[in-house]
């Protein structure tokens, strides 16, 4: 199995930056799709980006695009979520997820198999 661990989440004002890191320590991913999801308290698990094994295909939620970028790293086994003008309505636990094989699309939670523990991001106004 890959286990799949979160890190960069914290407290930044609106207009502010982090990122986000995902990481399977002794484990590959890099013959999956990987994505970012979100949850904020009394919502759904809603979709935030994704990037297919090789990095040619990427997608984003209209909510993130032109603000968050998605990228891996094959070598080091590491995928990224570089968020920027993060607004309060980005205040969510952010969740790294792998790929399954049987995946139909690209934005469904059920279109992935392992997720991390998730990490806080709390933007503040």
């Known amino acids: 199995q890959v286990e799949l661990r979160e890190s960069g989440g914290g407290l930044v004002q609106a207009g502010g930056s982090l990122r986000l890191s995902c990481a399977a320590p002794?484990?590959?991913?890099?013959?999956?799709?990987m994505g970012w999801f979100r949850q904020a308290p009394g919502k759904e698990r809603e979709f935030v980006a994704v990037?297919?094994?090789?990095?040619?295909?990427?997608h984003y939620s209209d909510s993130v695009k032109g603000r968050f970028t998605i990228s891996r790293d094959n070598a080091a086994n590491l995928v990224a979520l570089q968020m920027n003008s993060l607004k309060p309505e980005d205040t969510a636990a952010y969740y790294c997820?792998?790929?399954?094989?049987?995946?139909?699309?690209?934005?469904?939670?059920?279109?992935?198999?392992?997720w991390g523990q998730g990490t806080q991001v709390t933007v503040s106004s």
């Open positions: 002794g484990r590959t991913f890099r013959n999956y799709n």
């Open positions: 997820a792998k790929g399954s094989v049987h995946a139909r699309g690209w934005f469904s939670i059920y279109d992935y198999d392992r």
């Open positions: 990037i297919n094994w090789s990095g040619s295909i990427i």
